[in-house]
Nanobody
C-alpha cells in the first residue's frame, strides 16, 4: 500500500522561503512521477510542479523561477523548495505519485496516490 506523507508547511512572511518534503512508502520502483498540487480556500486544486523518473521537471507558470522540485530516490522523498513566497501561494499543498515511465503528468486524474496535505500560509 502506497502512502505519502507531507511535511514542512507553516506560516511565513511574504518574500520568505519554505521547503516541503514528501516521503513515499510502499512504492516498488523509483520509476514514478512525483508532483505537488495546491488548493487555496474556495478554489479548485491546481498543479504546481512535477518531476518524473528521468528527472524531467514541470512547473506552473505562477511558480516558475521561484519554486524548485527535486527528489532523493534513496530516501523515497520529493522536495519542493519555495522561494520568494507571495500571499497568493497560501494553500494546502498536496503530494501526488503515479508509478510508471511517463513523460509529463500535470492533471489531477493522472495521479493515483495522494498525501493528506500540508498548510502553507504566507502573510503580507
Amino acid at each position: 500500500q502506497v502512502q505519502l506523507a507531507e511535511s514542512g508547511g507553516g506560516l511565513v512572511q511574504a518574500g520568505g522561503s519554505l521547503r516541503l518534503s514528501c516521503v513515499a512508502s510502499g512504492l516498488t520502483s523509483s520509476a514514478t512521477t512525483m508532483s505537488w498540487f495546491r488548493q487555496a480556500p474556495g478554489k479548485e486544486r491546481e498543479f504546481v510542479s512535477s518531476i518524473n523518473w528521468s528527472w524531467k521537471t514541470d512547473y506552473a507558470d505562477s511558480v516558475k523561477g521561484r519554486f524548485i522540485i527535486s527528489r532523493d530516490n534513496a530516501k523515497n522523498t520529493v522536495y519542493l523548495q519555495m522561494n520568494s513566497l507571495k500571499p497568493e501561494d497560501t494553500a494546502v499543498y498536496y503530494c501526488a505519485a503515479r508509478p510508471g515511465l511517463y513523460t509529463r503528468l500535470i492533471s489531477e486524474p493522472d495521479y493515483r496516490y495522494w498525501g493528506q496535505g500540508t498548510q502553507v500560509t504566507v502573510s503580507s
